[in-house]
Structures are given as structure tokens and as C-alpha cells.
């Protein structure tokens, strides 16, 4: 797919606010002032006054309703500059979740404040070290969740926790209240510096959906989706980065970027990239349209993104050589947001397992 | 109803009368595509008659103009003339070199007279063309190629050999890069000649493959006389033909396998074969690589079809059609392999009926080709790093 | 390990016979002259008398029992040469299950014909596409056989059947006349232009081991142990032949081995086959002193060899460019070798699998 | 009962005695290693007297001469105490850059002088050594680098930068490649120089890792006076000696995972974090991945057997050092991956208890730094496509 004029404008103003109020200078401040918040709460304003918090909100509930190609070409931007926002969190997950499945009342509480960058939203699905959303021992009963999940990002600091439980008949995401009583919650720091709760359900009040089972499973694929084309971003900038420290870096007596071994090397990382932008933007697009075969699409845009990933984080790391080990040079941070991107949500054999049972074998 | 909505009723109305029946069958093997040319025995009466109602609609070659026996359709109408065509699976009525390569060099660097003399045979499936680009020693490195056209004031003499000629054996014409001026620096003096097969002095000998196929040619040149007005672009000036028929051939490649495996999915012929258990793959590790190859091959074809829609918007594919003849061989080569280890046994057998004569492994043996043929793919790496990432020469 | 003095000899010797009487011409004259025998019966009858047929007959039947090594040496030599003979089909499987579970009557009639020369023996095992011996259909009932079988090497000139088989308790091998009446044998050419049948067995009179299924599990193990080693050879005349090669051939004004990435590609696939010489040997060792991890290390050489040659195969072809796609020329043919001798007894991931049911996981 | 019979027995019965309960327990961290030197903060009294029993013995460095504080031992003896420490879990008493690389540089190159002054204080314990190598434009082209050291007639004066100084700041000495005669070529004009990191000029400054640990410094020299007597081999010669313990270094990876890894089998790690399905890892792709890394390991110790089989009957191993270095730093780094895809999100918690800080993601990110430190695999590979297969320069 090509992008119409309007995606293309929005990609621009994008790029250009999370390079000014976004850059990896800012993650690293974040990590090294220990930030309570765990995200850049300036950049996030800004984001609010740019519409992009409602870009997947409805325009009845003030949203702008740019769909996931929007998100996606949001989300590569973030991925370039690694910047720190409850985007993925609440603008995508939330967003989801409640537009596809939330009540009337919950939509009209909910949504408008997420555009309005008055309230954050955190998922908790995952229950143990791998992404497993078909698999879930936290239980819905008689309008009571108890549980454990982890990997709830930004859960520390949501205003509205959507919780994956079962009630006996199949999966489904109830509205809990963080400050509820029965609820504790462990921020915990991953690699990538990014936030993740830990939180238990200890018999704690919950509101079903109208259609939950339906908000989980799209909320799922929209985030997918929308790390696909993160990961992507990502590594189109470990890529960009690499490939000018080849023709900047001198070995020998010549520029490292002479090295046939590493020019081959070098063009198959930006041909594993290109495919990977462009099936990640044919996949949101695959969403938007619901076409037929739209998750088989995301799920290989989810597994090829987070392999792509990993590749451009071992090669950036490799090819820069000993400075590319250092915690003062960038290129490690991108090699950390790979790892936990990929995992997130479902990591590459997750999504090859599943693409593979679409496929029928 | 708008223009092209009248068109494609019209096409459809058209195929549906003209289109023999046998000719909406599959293909079963290569016997079943028309080659035409003057030594082409058809298969069938309706193979005739359907290359013949085609080629007098212009439609054998339906973007050329139709003063040269093309269709003169825009983009929009071969469009949609295809999406036609395989709605009910009406199969190409001629192809050869003619039409891939030589057609599209000629509209772009022939003369007039060139053209009118040329295109119209091909069109009407009456002359099959060959290619006559590499040499023993000039493989990767074309441009070192030796082939010398001398200069005898009416007409040139060539001498010397090519190698990997497709079909020279079968071809009625050749397309050919000779020297035409020894002194001139490696890419310059080279032209692009255009003469018969028949031409006295042309012998050919056809190659085995590994796979038990003999596409290919040695063809060798003993003083063949051929006219001075048969240059293809400025004299000295082949290599820019030749650069822009590589690049348009590497175009056309977009990593769907041929054969036994068009269009058909790797993942439930490998359950056939190895079994299922709970409804996955037997063996797992299979199911794993074969994931992860229609994974890749999922965002190739992305890529490809990105690439595709902004060559229509005009922004041209350049270099980066050496990515899509890089990747996508080296998918072919990856799926042939797992066809391989999904089918066992089975896909090794050679000589016996129940393989088609080792159809299977044949295939997978051609399909090593791929990455060599066109150019290799270390020489695809070459021009991506070079001209795609700028990076420079030692 | 390290070879002794006697293994070395060994070594040398079959070296010098395989180069002077098997080398790959003669693979292509059996193969054009559609040999109706199949194999190589001069280098045969000269492998019959320099004792190498009886290599795992023991002592007291007229063979040498010089074990797994040495049996794994002569592959390797033949691997290198692609020399056609029953080795595999009947000195080293035909021989371990006799020695392994023949009654002493059974190993009187047969082991001495091995060594001697005077007999053929084919196992069959396999019923589908591929190698699944734990799950047999062909039936051992009131001393008669039915079932099909297929990639039965050496098949249509054996003088023997082994027959892998279940009486509904578990896979033994029975031993079966060839000429008996219910059996019928069609011949059928592989890739690599070996001899494998497709045999039918109806009602066929078979005769049972003292420990049938001894014999197959220990029949098939040195069959995968020795099959390992001769694709290492195999592996390591491609890259000795792709390495030449790189030296001799010009294009763009130099030796196409001086191109970096050849080099270094070059240099991974020597270190792989070298790595998988080392392992088919220890393997073949652990067997000989019939160490606790042996059947690991025989999956891991088994897959390993078969991964190794058919990346040989493949860089060999690729590297020597439009030459190796030729039939004139030799390298297709260990390409093809590869693939069917990766296949045979178990492939890559066969032996994957199992190396890791043995590790657990 | 034979002489080595005998040896095994008394030193079984040696360290049943002498070596504390505490040091018989598995290390926990790095602080568990004892690294010596003036420096030190001995962990417990047990670390001590461990390391002062063993060095009275001679058996920090077993196999160095009794003269110079070692052991004295032949190889079959040092294997037994090898064996013998391995079968009660006893620790490595003191272990540093003085063990693993000067001393072999000393034994080999190093006056007599040198060798008194220098060896004793290793074996005791007493001095911490750090490696002067790398300089930020001088890594892989290690010989390039720039460091000088000028003759000043009684001194040399020392003036320049290194980086990657492993522990530089814990350090007690260094051993430093710099240049004594810049106007020779690159290989030639530098020299293996020792000094005391407490010597005037001398400053380090840590680097951080993106696992968060600092093992190496920048270490920078500004007017440092180094005797003259403190040149290792010859003047001018440093190469060879650099040369000889880069291979002896390759020479020590065995390509067995280091840390939380080390002796630990990945698939049931993998199993206890992704699940079982009929006693098969849950995930099936990881299962594949990690049998085929474990094949490959299983490959890779094979032919570390052999290469060491083949030293040790004199073959040498010369070039092959780089091929192990390649390798098994690749392993190393592939197991560290399945590690963590087996892990998920319970290996990617950085600052926790539960992951004692982070540890199973800052061991992925260090083991990124094996394939760069002490040669780079694009430099180990260019070595094998050299020195072993002889493949010629362009």
C-alpha cells in the first residue's frame, strides 16, 4: 500500500514532533532520573494537543478516528526515537478495547478522556513468562476478578486497569478500578526502561463489558499491529545509524563501510527492514479494511517485525563494534526496546504458531 | 457505464467466445506453454487457434502499440484484461524472449524501421527469440564479454561463444551483445545486434542441468555475417540496453514459485506428507521453518507490491530491483527445500512414473539456478550496497 | 578423539581405493549406462578383499570387527567419492542387526556371506514419506509379513530381507527370502542415483531373531552414526572442491576469492564441516564403547551431518555459479547425495526431535 | 600403586583438609570470584585462607614453575587437581589477567629478572593485573594503535590513551602495548611494557555497559615514567608477544555460557518458563531452535576435543584458535538469545529481586560484547579465510 496525502502529512508532523520532544535523550533522562512516572509526561501533552492520544477514538467521542495505519505511522515514529509514552497502552490498547466492546456509558466515560489525555488505560492479560490469552486462570465471578498479572504496561500509573479473565465460558476484558480495594500493584522497570506492573486481583470489584471477549481479541490485533510497525521504525533507525557509522568508521586504513563482508551484511539487514515496514503498514491496513485475512496478516507482521527487530539490534550492536557495547552510545537502548517489544503481546514463535494454524497446518 | 467497465464486459464477452475450452485447463507441464516461432510443433489444435485469435486482437502483447501488432491498451485495460483472462484461468496464449525482452528494448531504444520490422512477428507468435548476454569468462562480469563483431564496411562478423543462450536450440532470432570496438574502455564498445539463428556460422549445443533439463545453450558464432542496420541503440551504446533489460528482468520476478508449487501452499502439502497431530504439523520443527518462510514471503510480497504502486506513481524501481531478484530467488531456493523435507521419500524418487520422472526434485534442483541466472545473487548484494546504501568501493 | 595408528592406516588405505576405483566418474558411467545392477561391482569385490565388507562382522564369522570408526572411516572415504556400493545396506546395517540379534544359527549362515562377499542384505524399514520407524504398519503374525515398504537400499539385489515389522508388542526385524513367494520388488532410482525398492509383502514366510528389536534399534543407530560420517566426507570434498575453486576462477579482473563475503562464507561452512567430522567420529566412538550418551550424540551427528552437507551442496553449487548447475560437471551430483543421504534413516529434524526427547524437553 | 595414583590420592586427601566448606559451595556473582591484588576485599575469611592455602601449595598456578611460586606440576598432574577440585565443587582460589595472560607472556618472553620479580606476587596473590590493549582507533586493527612511550635515556615516557582496560581501576599493574619507535612500520615499533597503574599520570575511568555492568575503563597516561628494564621480549618486538597471547586467549573459550548458564541445560530451563505438552516443550518452534543449538554445541565440543587432542600431541593449534573464538562466542550468543525467548517477560525485568537485578538480561547483553572483545568474529573469519584456507588478499 502507498500512503493518500493525509497519511503522509501526519507521518511528517510526527516525525518532526517526536524527534524535537521525543529523542532517545529523553529515555535516557528518564532512566537516569529514576522518574516516577516512568514516561514523558511533556511529550504526552503534546501529543494530546496533536490529536494523536485520540487517534483511534471515535470522532463522537472527540477522537480524530485515524485508524491503525495513523497508529502505525505513530507508532514507527516512537520506534525511530524510542520515546516513551502510554501510546501503545492507552491510545491503542485502551482506545480498542472500549470502542470495540465497552457499553455505551463506559464509551462515553472512558473515550473522550483518552483523547483528552485526562486518563491512561493499562491491559493486563499476560499471567506468566510468556503470552498466553487463550490460557488464563484469572477468574470473573459473581462481578469479582481474582488473579495475578504481570507485563501490564503502564499499569503503575493507569487510571482504568482492563483486566483478561475468564468466567468459565472463554476470555473477556472487565473495567477495574486501580485504587480499588483488592488491588496491589508493583511497578517494575524491564530492560527497555520502560513500565510494567505487576498487579494482583484479590477479589476485586469488575464491570463486564457488552461485548468483552470481542474488545480483548481486537485490542490484541490492534496492538500487534501497531508493534509491528514500532519494531519496524526501530529498526529502520538502527539501520540508518549503522549504515553512517560504516561510512564514518575507519579500520585499517579504510572506512569499515568498504568491507564487502559487511556491505552484504548490510543490505540484507535494510532489505529485512523495507519488508518489514511495508508488511507491518499493509497489515494495519489489512485491519482498518477488515480484510479476510487480517490477522494471519498480523501475525506475521507482529513475528517478522520482532525478528527484524533483533536482527537490527545484534547487527547495530556488532557492526559498531566495542562502542556499540557502551551504555553512553544509544545503540544498546534500541537493542532493549527489540527484546521487549518482540516479547510483548506475543513474541515471534507465538505468532508463527498462530499464523501457521490460519494457515491450516 | 463508465469506459472501463464497458471494457471489461466487452473482454469478458470476447474471452468467453473465443477462449477454447482445453485452454482454460492448468497447466500440467512446460509442454503446455506456447513458445511459438517458425520450429514450434503445437500441442493442439486449440493452442493454434488460440495464440492466433489473441495475436489478431493484439492482445499477445496487449501494452504495445497497435502498429506493431500490440493491443494498445493503457494500464488500467491489461489490467484488467488479466484479471479477465484468470477468472477463467485462460492461459497465455504465446511468451517467449520476444516478448519479455527484446519488445521492451526495442520500443524503448530501437529505430522505427526496427521496430516495424520486429515487433509484429512477435506479436503474431511467428519468431521465438533468444538472449545472447553471457560468455565462459564473462558471467557476474558481463561486461568483460569477448564476442567481437568486426566491422567489414556492409556488414559485421562475429565470432566467439555464449553461454547460458535459453532455448538457442529452439529460438528462431537472437538478441546479442558483441564488442564492436576492442579499444574502447570494458562497458563501452559493446552493442546490441539482433540476427538469425539461421544465419550460417551459428551452431548450438544444448547444456544438462543438474535438474535433467537442457533450457540453456552453448551457441557459438564461426564468422556470422550480420547487417550494420541491426544495432539495437547507438552503436558502442549496448550496455545500456542490456543494463535496462536486466533491470526490467529482475522486475518480473516476484517470488512465486513455478511449477509444482504454483499456488499452492507449502503448509497443507507438507501435512500430506509428514502428518498431522491435534491438527499441526507432525513434525514441528518443519512447521516452524515453514511458518517462518510464508512469513517472509508474506512481507516480500509486501514489498513488492509497494514497489509496484509507486513504479505506477512514477517513482521509479532502480536499484531496487535488485532487492526484489535477490529475495525472492532466495525465498524460491528456501521453499523448494522444506517441499523437500516434507516429502520425504517421496520427493526422491527419480525415474519413476509416480514422481513424473523425478518432477519433484527436479524442480528443487532448478531452483538452485534461481540465485545465479539474471545475475547472482552476491552481484545483487553488490549493486543494493553500492547504489541503494551508497556505500562506498574498497 | 584422535585417531590410533590402526584407524589411520585404515584411513589411508580406503582413501587410495575409493580415489583409484570409486571416484564420482564412476557414479556418472553407472548412472548413463543405466547399470542394471546398480552399483559398483569391481570397487565391491576389491572392498571384499581388502576386508572391508566383514569391518563389522566379528572375528569368528570372518570379518575383522573393526567397529564403528573404522566402519565410519570408510564412509567418509566414500562420502568424499561418492563411491556406489552396499556398504551401508549391508556391511554396516546388515551386519549390526545380524551380530546384534540373530539367533547363532542365522549369524553362521549370514555373517560369513558378508564378509565373504556372497551375499547382499537390505533392511527395510520405511513405509511413507518419511523415516518413522516406531510407527510401523507391516505385520509379524504366525511367521508371515505383510505390509508395504519403500527407500529399501540395495533392495532389488539383496539376498537378504531384514524387515522392520510389529507383532503388536513392538518393532523387531524378521529376516525374509527375497525370492519367496508374496514378495514383489520394484526398483526404484533415487536422486543420487542409488537403488532403493519399493517392496510389497504379502503373506511372506519370515523367520524370527533371538532379539529383533535389539537388532533394529542398534542397526539403525550405527546406520545413522556411519551415514554421518560420509556425508562429512561428502561435505568435506565440496568444500575442498568450492575452495579450489575460489582460487582459480577470475571475474571483474580478480580471483573470486578474494571477495570478502565469499571469504567469510567460505570460512563459516569450513568450520561447520570440520565441526561435523569431529562429531560423526565421536559419535561412531561412543557407539564402539557404548557410552551412556550415545544415542544423543548419533542424533546430533545424524542431524548435524545431513544440515552441513546440504549447506554444501548448496554453497558449492552457488559458489561455482553457472558451471555447478551443469550436469557435466560434478558438484550437482553431491548436492543430490546430500539431500538423499540427509533424508535417509532419519532427517535433520527427526534427529532434532529426538535429541531432545533424550535431553528432556 | 602408580605415581600419579599416588598424587590423586594426597591431594584428594590436601584439599578435604584444607579447602573450607564455604569455598566448596557454587559461586553466586561475580563477588564470589577472588581477583586478588592490593585491592582486594576479601568476601570472608574462608576467600582468604582458601587462596593463601593454595598459593603456599603452588596451586594458583599449578603448572609454573616451584621457582617462580607455581605448582611445578606436569599436565597429567594438573589435570588430577583439576579433577580432583571439580569432584568437591572447590572454587578457583585467586584467578586474574596475571594467571591467564602475563604470566604465560613472562614464561615465554621474560628475562629471569623479570620472571622473579613478577611471577611470585601473581602466584601469592598480591597483584592484580590489567591488560593495556585497545585504543579508541586502534580495535580491530589492534597494530595501529598510538600510545608512545619516548626514550628518555634512564625512562620511557609514557603518553596515551587505552580503552577496554579490563578492571583498569581494581588493578594493581598493567601490561601495555605502546609504540617506542614511531617511525617504523605499523607491526614493528611497539613494545610490551609493565607498570604500576599507582605510578604518576596514570588515570582510569570506568565505562558502563549496556548490561549495566563496568568491567572495562578508559585509562589514559599523561607523563608516566616506566623503567626501562620493564620491557617484555625484545624492544620494538611487543607484536609477537601481543600475537602469542591473543591466540592463547582465543585458545581458553570453550564456548560454554558463563554465569546464570553455565552448567545449566536450556531446554529444561525452558521447559520450567514456556510449559510442557506431552513432555515436549509447549513452544515447538523454541524446541527446534534449541535442539539445533545444542547439536551445534555437541558439534562444537567435539572439535574442541579434537583440537586440544591434537595440541596436546604437538600438532599446535595456530590458526584454528580464531575458528573457536568464532564459534564459540557465536554459540554463546545464540544460547543467550533462546534464553531469553524461553524467559519471556520473567527474563526482561531489569531492576528486581525476582531477577536479582536483571541479571538474565544483562548476561544477554553482555554475552553481545564476546563476539567484539579480544578479536571480532569479522576479523576471526578473515584469519581462517587467510591462515587457514588461504584464500588471497584482493
Known amino acids: 500500500m502507498r500512503l493518500n496525502d493525509e497519511q503522509q502529512m501526519l507521518q511528517d508532523s510526527v516525525a518532526r514532533l517526536m524527534a524535537d520532544k521525543g529523542p532517545v535523550s529523553r529515555l535516557r533522562e528518564l532512566r537516569d532520573n529514576r522518574d516516577e512516572k516512568g514516561y514523558d509526561q511533556p511529550l504526552w501533552q503534546a501529543m494530546v494537543e496533536a490529536g494523536l492520544t485520540g487517534i483511534l477514538v471515535p470522532e463522537e467521542h472527540g477522537g480524530i478516528a485515524f485508524g491503525l495505519v495513523g497508529a502505525g505511522l505513530v507508532a514507527q515514529e516512537i520506534g525511530r526515537n524510542l520515546s516513551v509514552t502510554p501510546f501503545l497502552s492507552t491510545a491503542v490498547l485502551g482506545a480498542t478495547a472500549l470502542s470495540t466492546g465497552a457499553t455505551a456509558e463506559q464509551q462515553s466515560q472512558w473515550l473522550p478522556a483518552i483523547a483528552e489525555g485526562t486518563a491512561l488505560v493499562a491491559l493486563a492479560v499476560d499471567e506468566g513468562a510468556k503470552h498466553r490469552p487463550d490460557n488464563l486462570s484469572t477468574r470473573y465471578e459473581g462481578g469479582k476478578i481474582s488473579g495475578d498479572k504481570l507485563l501490564v504496561l503502564d499499569g503503575h500509573v493507569a487510571d482504568l486497569l482492563l483486566v483478561a479473565a475468564t468466567d468459565g465460558s472463554g476470555s473477556a476484558l472487565y473495567l477495574v478500578d486501580p485504587k480499588a480495594s483488592g488491588v496491589t500493584i508493583e511497578r517494575t522497570i524491564m530492560v527497555d526502561s520502560r513500565n510494567a506492573a505487576r498487579i494482583r486481583f484479590d477479589n476485586v470489584d469488575a464491570e463486564p463489558m457488552a461485548d468483552g471477549a470481542a474488545a480483548l481479541q481486537t485490542a490484541l490485533r490492534a496492538g500487534r499491529a501497531v508493534l509491528a510497525a514500532e519494531l519496524a521504525g526501530l529498526s529502520r533507525e538502527v539501520f540508518e545509524r549503522t549504515l553512517g557509522y560504516l561510512k564514518e568508521r575507519k579500520q585499517f586504513g579504510r572506512l569499515i563501510g568498504t568491507f564487502q563482508a559487511l556491505q552484504h551484511r548490510a543490505a540484507q539487514l535494510m532489505i529485512d527492514v523495507t519488508m518489514t515496514e511495508a508488511l507491518a503498514l499493509q497489515a494495519l491496513d489489512a485491519c482498518d479494511n477488515n480484510a479476510d485475512d487480517a490477522d494471519a496478516q498480523v501475525f506475521a507482521a507482529k513475528g517478522k517485525a520482532a525478528r527484524t527487530a533483533l536482527l537490527a539490534g545484534q547487527e547495530g550492536v556488532q557492526m559498531h563494534g566495542g562502542i556499540g557495547m557502551t551504555d553512553e552510545f544509544d545503540i544498546g537502548f534500541f537493542l532493549k526496546r527489540a527484546r521487549a517489544g518482540g516479547e510483548t503481546l506475543g513474541d515471534a514463535n507465538f505468532c508463527a504458531d498462530r499464523f501457521a494454524t490460519l494457515g491450516g497446518y | ?394
Open chain 2, 1 to 394: 457505464m463508465s469506459d472501463l467497465e464497458q471494457f471489461r464486459a466487452e473482454t469478458r464477452e470476447w474471452l468467453q467466445a473465443n477462449c477454447p475450452e482445453e485452454m482454460r485447463q492448468p497447466v500440467r507441464g512446460p509442454e503446455d506453454h506456447c513458445w511459438g516461432g517458425r520450429k514450434w510443433q503445437f500441442q493442439s489444435d486449440a493452442q493454434r487457434v488460440w495464440m492466433e485469435r489473441m495475436a489478431e486482437k493484439g492482445w499477445t502483447a496487449p501494452q504495445w502499440p497497435q502498429e506493431y501488432g500490440g493491443g494498445g491498451l493503457t494500464p488500467e485495460q491489461a489490467a484488467i484484461l488479466d484479471e479477465e483472462m484468470k477468472r477463467i484461468n485462460a492461459r497465455t496464449p504465446v511468451s517467449n524472449f520476444g516478448f519479455w525482452m527484446l519488445g521492451p528494448a526495442l520500443l524503448k531504444f530501437g529505430s522505427d524501421e526496427l521496430k516495424r520490422k520486429h515487433l509484429p512477428p512477435i506479436c503474431r507468435g511467428e519468431i521465438r527469440w533468444c538472449q545472447g548476454y553471457s560468455e565462459p569468462n564473462a558471467g557476474s562480469d558481463l561486461a568483460s564479454l569477448q564476442t567481437r563483431a568486426e566491422d567489414k564496411g556492409d556488414h559485421f562478423l562475429v565470432n566467439g561463444q555464449k553461454i547460458w543462450t535459453s532455448y538457442a536450440d529452439k529460438a528462431d532470432w537472437i538478441f546479442c551483445l558483441v564488442r564492436t570496438d576492442p579499444n574502447a574502455t570494458k562497458h563501452n564498445g559493446i552493442s546490441f545486434v539482433l540476427f538469425d539463428m539461421e544465419t550460417p556460422g551459428v551452431t548450438t549445443r544444448p547444456i544438462e542441468l543438474i535438474s535433467g533439463e537442457s533450457p540453456f545453450c552453448e551457441t557459438f558464432f564461426d564468422d556470422v555475417k550480420v547487417e550494420k542496420d541491426a544495432v539495437v541503440g547507438e552503436l558502442n551504446r549496448g550496455w545500456d540496453v542490456a543494463k535496462y533489460l536486466l533491470t526490467h528482468e529482475r522486475n518480473n520476478i516476484g517470488g512465486e514459485p513455478p511449477g509444482y508449487l504454483k499456488g499452492r501452499a507449502l503448509g497443507p502439502l507438507a501435512a500430506e506428507h509428514v502428518g498431522t497431530e491435534n491438527g499441526k504439523l507432525a513434525d514441528s520443527a518443519l512447521r516452524a521453518d515453514i511458518a517462518r518462510l510464508e512469513t517472509d514471503h508474506m512481507a516480500f510480497r509486501a514489498l513488492v507490491a509497494k514497489v509496484r504502486a509507486e513504479a505506477e506513481a512514477g517513482e521509479g524501481v532502480g536499484a531496487l530491483s535488485a532487492v526484489l531478484k535477490y529475495y525472492g530467488t532466495e525465498l524460491n531456493k528456501r521453499r523448494y527445500e522444506l517441499m523437500m523435507d516434507a516429502m520425504g521419500a517421496e520427493g526422491l524418487e527419480w525415474e519413476s512414473e509416480r514422481t513424473q520422472g523425478g518432477m519433484f526434485a527436479s524442480e528443487w534442483l532448478r531452483s538452485k539456478g534461481n540465485s545465479i541466472e539474471g545475475g547472482t545473487s552476491e552481484v545483487m548484494l553488490g549493486i543494493v550496497s553500492k547504489r541503494v546504501l551508497g556505500l562506498p568501493d574498497a
